[in-house]
């Protein structure tokens, strides 16, 4: 027990410091910017208690706010993404599925894995460029960032998934 | 009662779910108006110190750009010096004039050096985090400027690093005029790309054209009069068509930004009293 809270701990750190030292200086065509952190929601196991989920990622969004001075945008939407997580692990899981299974290739497959990573990282990337232009609506620069982040995200997801298999 | 306990113990992550969006949402709507809100922002402790060692690292990659721009700029502007003196020296026969105003327009003003730490282009409201707080003497409301051009206003400032608003905010709102033809206006920026921003209000009967350069009028108590903005590069009319909108391209390099000087303006503070006392005066004249 003691041991997962700290690699979790560890995880959320080495997120952040990627996060922000190196990921949120990329801008794709002015819009595209990988938000890998979305990836610690993706990795919560089943048997955490979903009000333990929610805390670790308003963390992690509030973190994110402080770094980048978007306040509360991120927090809002990683929460957001919090509460969905488990629902949707739900739908990729056979009924033999262990208690304590956690979300990777390995457990749930390839194919089932992207899917539900996809659905998390856009749920996230729409609420969370919805918040940001509040003030400043344009459908078509929403879209474009929403799609942008999304792919970049999710190619990075695969990336690093594809590593940890081995 | 039980099935009550039962439903709350349940449904648990749903009151935390809310409370923490609530939390978020607070966040959101209250950073412009709650003082407190530095903490939450890149200018505390941790996460400036965070950012100033990372800094370190870029700027040190950096420097040979930097450098070569600095020295463009000193050559034009000692081309420039030599050129004034001159002709100053012509007109008054007098070698001791130009180093004379200088001194009192250095007196007035102190600069503070600085490094940007943290720095975006890409969203909507910019910020830039630089590396010198209240026990260096900056406060919120002074003006920043770089080797270039002006850079923006400090919003906040904590102890040691500060919080600006560059151009690039939508809040951003400087005094600019026209140089040599002192019609003003005021700068704004309307979101995309991170070298153009707008001047407005300039009046239909003023006479100017493309390629003027653009230069902060000293109207505000934030910056002095004659430093760097940009050019014109378009001129629009304003939606009601009282005024002229021009283009400006920006002089500074918002992507390229390491070494910035705020600006301390030591009369500022009376002429901000002053327009108190003004203001005070005005309202108790309605009031009455």
């Known amino acids: 027990m003691t041991i997962n809270l700290f690699k979790r701990a560890l995880f959320f750190v080495i997120l952040c410091l990627a996060q922000v030292l190196v990921l949120n200086h990329i801008h794709i065509l002015n819009c595209a910017t990988p938000l890998l952190y979305v990836y610690f929601v993706i990795l919560f196991p089943r048997d955490v208690k979903r009000w333990g989920i929610l805390l670790w990622c308003f963390f992690m969004g509030l973190v994110m706010d402080t770094f980048s001075n978007t306040p509360g945008v991120a927090s809002a939407s990683m929460t957001f993404a919090a509460l969905i997580q488990p629902s949707i692990l739900t739908l990729f899981l056979h009924e033999d599925s262990p208690d304590d299974l956690k979300p990777s290739f390995k457990t749930i497959g390839v194919a089932p894995f992207i899917r539900f990573a996809v659905i998390i990282v856009v749920t996230y990337n729409l609420v969370f460029f919805s918040l940001e232009s509040f003030n400043f609506f344009n459908w078509i620069q929403l879209l474009e960032c929403v799609g942008g982040s999304t792919v970049l995200t999710i190619l990075l997801i695969f990336a690093i998934e594809s590593i940890r298999k081995k | ?88 020296a012509d007109l008054t026969h007098d070698t001791t004039v130009v180093e004379r105003n200088e001194l009192a327009l250095l007196n007035q003003y102190k600069l503070i050096p600085a490094k940007v730490i943290s720095n975006s282009l890409d969203k909507v409201d910019n910020y830039i985090t630089i590396d010198k707080g209240i026990e260096d003497g900056v406060k ?41 033809r002192r019609y003003f206006g ?43 903005v940009g050019k014109v590069t378009q001129i629009f009319n304003s939606s009601d068509g009282l005024t002229y909108r021009l283009r400006i391209s920006l002089s500074t390099d918002f992507g390229n930004l390491r070494d910035v000087c705020v600006i301390k303006d030591a009369s500022s503070s009376e002429r901000i009293q002053l327009l108190k006392v003004a203001q005070d005066s005005l309202k108790v004249g309605k009031q009455n």
């Open chain 2, 186 to 228: 005021y700068l704004h920026w309307s979101g995309g790309r991170s070298d153009e921003a707008y001047l407005s209000d300039i009046p239909r009967h003023a006479f100017f054209k493309k390629g003027d350069e653009i230069e902060t009028s000293g109207y505000s108590a934030v910056f002095p009069s004659g430093i760097l």
């Open chain 2, 1 to 88: 009662m039980r099935n009550l306990l039962e439903f709350l113990t349940k449904y648990n992550y749903w009151f935390v779910f809310l409370l923490l969006e609530i939390i978020s949402f607070v966040l959101l709507f209250r950073f412009n108006s709650y003082q407190g809100s530095v903490w939450f922002s890149s200018a505390n402790a941790v996460t400036g110190q965070i950012y100033a060692w990372n800094a370190d690292v870029e700027s040190f990659f950096s420097l040979i750009k930097v450098n070569e721009q600095l020295t463009m700029r000193n050559v034009r502007l000692e081309n420039q010096v030599n050129k004034l003196s001159k002709s100053l």
């Open chain 2, 140 to 180: 919120s409301e002074m003006g920043v400027a770089c080797g270039n051009g002006v850079v923006g206003i400090v919003y906040m400032a904590s102890e040691h690093y500060s919080l600006v608003i560059p151009i690039l905010n939508l809040k951003s709102n400087i005094s600019c005029s026209i140089k040599g």
